[in-house]
């Protein structure tokens, strides 16, 4: 495992014989300048946050003080993964930020790393530290993204437990579906879709995300799914529309891409009709018509059963 090197003391701007008092405002003078909330990306800040951080960790401990001053550095039994690195922050007065890749602050040293990890999710778990926000992206029906309407969807865990919502409890017993543990791998619940949501569009459901206080959410980009045979070209979306030519002559309201159209009298074969803002968001839906008797025929035999079912 790997020890601090360097001057601790050097590291921290203090004089050897600074008192405890000391070190500590140095240490959080230096670790809220170099943090890594205040320097999102910032790789050198990154890594100072790590060396006073370690430093600090050297002298806060009366034990490891004393061993640096005799012998220059810490004993060799003595690995850095054996600080408590939960209360070192808390003695600082220290959050560790939630924003980053998986909720952690990447240093780019594995072990400091993978303490940072243990000890935030620590620190979520116990309440210390705000829930992370979790996201997924959800494929949606162009339909249902038409006219709205509930959409079954699956939280990426672990996250909070939709029905105790992190309590553990549901009327006043041990809730059933998480059984306490207030959090589940693979929660689905139900995602309320507004009628005409563009493509893409962000919803967040508040509260069921990674535990914390207050727990992180759940947030979903919306992925409108085009149904098969219908070409999409930026937000437009261009299909083919086969009618009998006994159809084409008379007009017909009929069904096509989720919507009612209304065909007009007299269309020819081969004639693109374009329907304004009926594609995607604003976009357009182009209906090219061809001609096919017996396609025709099936088109309106399934929505004549169709509508028969729903009636």
Known sequence: MERFQGNPYHTLGVEPDANESEIKAAYRRLALKFHPDRNPGDKQAEERFKQVSA?????????SRLNYDRYGTRPETESFGANDWRVIFQEADLRINTDFPNGTPRTGNMMFDALFSAVTGAMRSSGLLPGKDLHADVNVPLSVGRNGGLHRVQVPGPSVCPECRGSALNALAVCRQCRGRRQLQRAEVDLKIPSGIRD???????????????PG??????????PNGVRRQGNDLHANLYLTPLEALQG?????????INI???????????????????GDLFLKIRFDVWRGVFRGLREYLKSFKLG
């Open 55 to 63: 430093a600090y960790a050297v002298l806060r401990d009366g034990t």
């Open 200 to 214: 893409r569009t962000k919803l967040r459901l508040k509260g069921l995300g990674g535990l914390g206080t207050p």
């Open 217 to 226: 959410d759940a947030l979903f980009t919306i992925h409108l799914q085009i």
């Open 252 to 260: 017909i309201r009929t069904q096509c891409v989720g919507l009612d």
């Open 264 to 282: 007009p009298q007299g269309v020819r074969d081969r004639q693109t009709l374009v329907f304004k803002n009926k594609g995607i968001s604003d």
